[in-house]
T-cell receptor, first 109, second 116 residues
């Protein structure tokens, strides 16, 4: 019940396209859902986060969609750019953060 | 600039040797964490500490040890008992439990440990 399942494992998108990464969870007690972005050789950094009482949060080209009844949430990257190429981790928190296994995004020019 | 410093960036050790990874933060955060990252495995919690002189095991603590003698420092020792120590190790900190927008995890840039 503490797992967060993330898909796909890797994703290739053309510049200007939409990147979509999905996560699912089982524990309905999770109360905070952040996304982290990691560039090669660096530590992850918080990208965007959402609480379960909100269905969508948008920050620039990045949007989290949250479906509480389905226990799923997703990250949408609009107008994807080569600089967005990174590994993305979803996470969920109750006492501490539980991370998904990550999605390696490649945006081709 | 405030942040988390992990050193060294690359570390090589022979099998059977203990090795200590350094983590220092100047963010005045109470909580500190150690994660291990392996390809395709995500981030797995090794140990965490919410206050000086106290720490708890995470999901994969076997073969590791930590200390928290100062608020700023949280070194991780990889012992010879760790079966597969080669990995990328990440240290993180937060003001309290990272459950809100006000206390996200801040990560260092990691130490890549190779044991042969």
């Amino acid at each position: 019940q503490q797992q967060v399942k993330q898909s796909p494992q890797s994703l290739i998108v053309q510049k200007g396209g939409i990147s979509i990464i999905n996560c699912a969870y089982e524990n309905t007690a999770f109360d905070y859902f952040p996304w982290y972005q990691q560039f090669p050789g660096k530590g992850p950094a918080l990208l965007i986060a959402i609480r379960p009482d909100v269905s969508e949060k948008k920050e620039g080209r990045f949007t989290i969609s949250f479906n509480k009844s389905a226990k799923q949430f997703s990250l949408h990257i609009m107008d994807s750019q080569p600089g967005d190429s990174a590994t993305y981790f979803c996470a969920a928190s109750l006492i501490r953060l539980v991370f998904g296994k990550g999605t390696k995004l490649t945006v081709n020019p | 600039d405030g942040g988390i410093t992990q050193s060294p960036k690359y570390l090589f050790r022979k099998e059977g040797q203990n090795v200590t990874l350094s983590c220092e933060q100047n963010l005045n955060h109470d909580a500190m964490y150690w994660y291990r990252q392996d390809p395709g495995q995500g981030l797995r919690l090794i140990y965490y500490s919410q206050i000086v002189n106290d720490f708890q095991k995470g999901d994969i603590a076997e073969g590791y040890s930590v200390s928290r003698e100062k608020k700023e420092s949280f070194p991780l020792t990889v012992t010879s008992a760790q079966k597969n120590p080669t990995a990328f190790y990440l240290c993180a900190s937060s003001t309290t439990q990272p459950r809100s927008y006000n206390s996200p995890l801040h990560f260092g840039n990691g130490t890549r440990l190779t044991v042969t």
